[in-house]
């Protein structure tokens, strides 16, 4: 994987990634809720949970400056503490179907013949449902709730990782430093973790980056629809969905956590793009 | 071509059948048992016995799909518990609104999308592609959900140009004949009734619309620049034709190929997006239909729902590639 010079293909991606000004706003972005998502109890004006029925549906002010929803209860400091879920929810759901994915993906790749057959063929099978519908389906055994939420995603994504990662597999299964491990007599489980995985790494990590936007934003769709996060947890799809419910009088309640989903999910793509530019230089130029 | 399709139909077949198994297991995973549910609290143990048998639940898992595959195939999914009413008829009525919805945003989605991934790619690196590029990127980010709402705000809130909710004005007073309302306002000539669907259609086909164009303009972009590298471009622009025709004769038409691609598949993006869009705007098409049934645990409605989109998804996602092998003949043969 030599690109010249001693410079490996995580070199020069790494080069090209710091070029990326688009990328670079990704990190910040990344960073910034972060940092929100770690400090909420100190910089988050309210506590979450607290309600005040005296000062509901307030607009904007100094006092609250994303307003009050219906409990009177600040929107500020339900948006900071919404970043922990949603991060949390992206990372998890991810880290799922990641795991799985490419396990699955690395057996179908390695050994080809039957275990391949049967896992495309589930792998196809799981495709046919768009993405919302087999989280909704998943839901709908598991029952609502966040945790549930990440495991239905989780899932939803598996087939995604599967295939990427088995086509990488495919491409390197044949390579002479495969052979020769296996000439060498070292193990199956050894050749996958220590040679074939490590050279899938690349896509994998450019899957996981998009998905977790995507992932965040099926999250609170979930949430949006009454499935995942349950009142009075504070995230953002939650409390969109009940921002509904006032969206003539008192916009705010919906404006500011979408427009949080948003950059957040901006923030991935972002990063996503630029790992997929770093990584395969020529894509960029068409 | 024949023998291409063929294969393919034949591929459609295990696919349906594993979706009917995975539908109709589905609603044995559900925690809790179905007939209790359908009985409520004031069953008796006997009840609940006979509404077992009733139901077929004691007999071995096997019997019960091959019963409910008999069923399926005669058009019957059962009854709701809430309305009532056949599950088939439910999703008569609310299908033809997912369709409509979902066909009207698919046409604003493919021209704008086209237009802007032209116009970003003959205009390469200036601030149209930039703006446009980044308006994709911001479009792609955005859920679904909170883009209608937005629009809902502006534009039936604060400026009142569209309606709220719903499908049509029930003042229209239209004759319901396909269930689909543009056709039907069409065929009877009712022209109010026309203008009320279409003014009721145009904030949810915008909303669903806003990812699949970002989507649509990236993948255009893209392609136009590959084909503006090609050979026959620069011949054409050799021998002295208008950058106009240049364009829109040679480069236009042939990146588009992939483009209809991606519109196709685009499609399973469209019917998962319709589950949220009718949720906002209140619309009652299929995929609301779906999501009252989970949240109300009305099982047949649920299964009947998941059943139809993934079938269409299926169907859909076959034409298309029948499509791509019609335009593409490596596939055909590969």
Known sequence: MSQGKGESLWDLAYRNFKRNKTAIAGIFILIFFTIIAVLAPYIAPYDPFEQNFLHSLEGPSQKHLFGTDEFGRDILSRVIYGSRISLQIGFISVFISMFAGTILGVIAGYYGSWPDMLIMRVVDIMLCFPYILLALVIMAILGPGIYNAMIAIGIVYIPKFARIVRSAVLNIRDEEYILAAKSMGAKDIKIMLKHILVNCMAPIIIQGTLSIGRAIINAAGLSFLGLGAQPPTPEWGAILSSGQNFLRGAPWVAIFPGIAIALLVLGFNLIGDGLRDAFDPKMKRT | ?334
């Open chain 2, 1 to 334: 071509m024949m023998s291409y399709i063929a294969r393919r139909l034949l591929y459609l077949i295990p696919l349906l059948l594993a979706i009917s198994l995975l539908v109709f297991l589905m609603i044995r995973l559900i925690p809790g048992d179905p007939a209790q549910i359908k009985l409520g609290e004031k069953g008796t143990e006997e009840d609940l016995k006979r509404m077992r048998e009733e139901l077929g639940l004691d007999k071995p898992l096997h019997i019960q799909y091959w019963r409910y595959l008999k069923r399926l195939l005669k058009g019957d999914l059962g009854r709701s518990i809430r309305t009532n009413n056949k599950v088939t008829n439910e999703i008569k009525t609310s299908f033809p609104a997912t369709i409509e919805l979902t066909v009207l945003s698919m046409i604003i989605a493919s021209i704008i999308g086209i237009f802007l991934g032209v116009i970003s790619a003959v205009k390469q690196y200036t601030w149209i592609d930039n703006l446009s590029m980044v308006g994709a990127l911001v479009g792609i980010s955005m859920p679904v959900f909170w883009i209608g709402m937005m629009l809902m705000l502006i534009f039936s809130w604060k400026l009142g140009w569209f309606p709220i909710s719903g499908r049509i004005n029930l003042e229209a007073n239209l004759d319901i004949i396909t269930q689909f309302y543009l056709i039907d306002s069409i065929i009877t000539g009712n022209w109010v009734a026309f203008k009320s669907t279409l003014s009721h259609l145009i904030l949810p086909a915008i909303t669903l619309a806003t990812i699949p164009v970002a989507m649509i303009a990236r993948m255009t972009r893209s392609t136009t620049l590959d084909v503006l590298n090609k050979d026959y471009v620069r011949t054409a622009r050799a021998k002295g034709l208008k950058e106009r025709v240049v364009i829109w004769k040679h480069v236009f038409k042939n990146s588009l190929i992939p483009v209809v691609t991606i519109i196709g598949l685009q499609f399973g993006s469209f019917l998962g997006g319709a589950v949220l869009t009718e949720t906002v705007f209140a619309r009652a098409g299929v995929g609301r239909l779906l999501i009252n049934g989970i949240t109300g645990r009305d099982f047949a409605v649920m299964q009947g729902a998941v059943l139809v989109i993934a079938t269409f998804f299926i169907l859909l996602n076959l034409i298309v590639d029948i499509l791509y092998a019609y335009l593409n003949p490596k596939i055909r043969y590969s």
